[in-house]
């Protein structure tokens, strides 16, 4: 009696252990998955092709499943840290000074560039053959911007304009475009006397007709930081998974060949203290530019 119950029974049993196992939760059998909050440097085709192969390094080397969130703006990548719909987000120096006062992120890893140091610089870029050759010379010109909580594109040439006593009011007429690239073709184009951008994206359209007319002081690089209730476990893996790549070994190059520029050459601990100077930047230009309006937060 036992056997025929068991043989009428069975069917049941392995279509609902079928069945069970086709519906269980996903994070029942796979990684955790975690968003990873990027700003928006570049156009989402280009942000997609830039991070995708360093996310999947990280899903390669450790017991996560990262998933890139990219935001139409600055702003919103840090709102959306700050709400916990992402726990972990790399953006520029000022972006990440704001995420801090606002909701008191902590950094834990920043960039290091193709020298091996954790500093890059703005580049303010002219067209080859303008009659412009210095930052005076900007007075009565056009000038493109990057968005308004841009680092290298907006905050750092308004503090080095201010500093050469040109006031947003001298220039001619000025723009926030989205993307660093947007900035260097805009200029390319004729459409602006000059404009703001990160070193690396300078030297990208070098030889496309652009000349570079003033250098910022080096300024830290992006960082990598974390909502405050982090788990431990997270932050431990990611920075374990990138304090290991040597950007001199050839494995690890290979590797960070298809990275953003920005990223292929290895990191290093970030503190909060290694942003104390784009702090005093801020603060200069919000006590003689009301810097709070002009980005409109």
Request: contains cysteine.
């Amino acid at each position: 009696m036992f056997k025929e119950k068991s043989r009428k029974y069975f069917p049941i049993f392995f279509v609902v252990s079928i069945s069970v196992c086709l519906f269980l939760p996903r994070w029942v059998h796979s990684k955790q998955t975690i968003p990873f909050g990027f700003c928006p440097k570049y156009n989402p085709r280009i942000m997609v092709q830039l991070y995708q192969p360093f996310i999947d390094y990280l899903n390669e080397n450790t017991p996560y499943q990262f998933e890139i969130k990219l935001s139409r703006v600055y702003q919103d990548t840090i709102d959306r840290l700050g709400i916990g719909e992402t726990i972990i987000a790399s953006c520029g120096p000022v972006s990440y000074v704001k995420a801090r006062e606002k909701y008191g992120v902590k950094p834990i890893l920043r960039a290091l560039n193709k020298d091996g140091k954790p500093y890059y610089r703005g580049i303010i870029i002219v067209r080859e053959g303008s009659q412009i050759q210095n930052l005076s010379d900007l007075k009565g010109r056009s000038f493109a911007f990057g968005q308004a909580w841009s680092t290298a594109s907006h905050i750092l040439p308004e503090y080095y304009l201010s500093k050469a006593n040109i006031k947003l009011k001298d220039l001619k007429h000025y723009d926030f475009l989205r993307h660093h690239d947007s900035v260097a073709n805009a200029v390319l184009k004729g459409q602006f006397d000059a404009g703001a951008v990160k070193d690396i994206i300078a030297y990208k359209y070098q030889n496309d007709g652009l000349r570079f007319i003033f250098a910022t002081d080096p300024i830290p690089t992006v960082p990598i930081f974390v909502r405050i209730d982090a788990s431990q476990e997270v932050v431990k893996s990611v920075k374990t998974a990138l304090l290991n790549l040597n950007p001199r070994d050839p494995n690890h190059q290979k590797k960070m060949s298809l990275w953003d520029e920005e990223f292929k050459y290895g990191f290093t601990e970030a503190i909060d203290s290694d942003y104390d100077s784009i702090r005093k930047i801020l603060r200069a230009l919000e006590k003689e530019h009301e810097l709070r309006g002009l980005v409109r937060e």
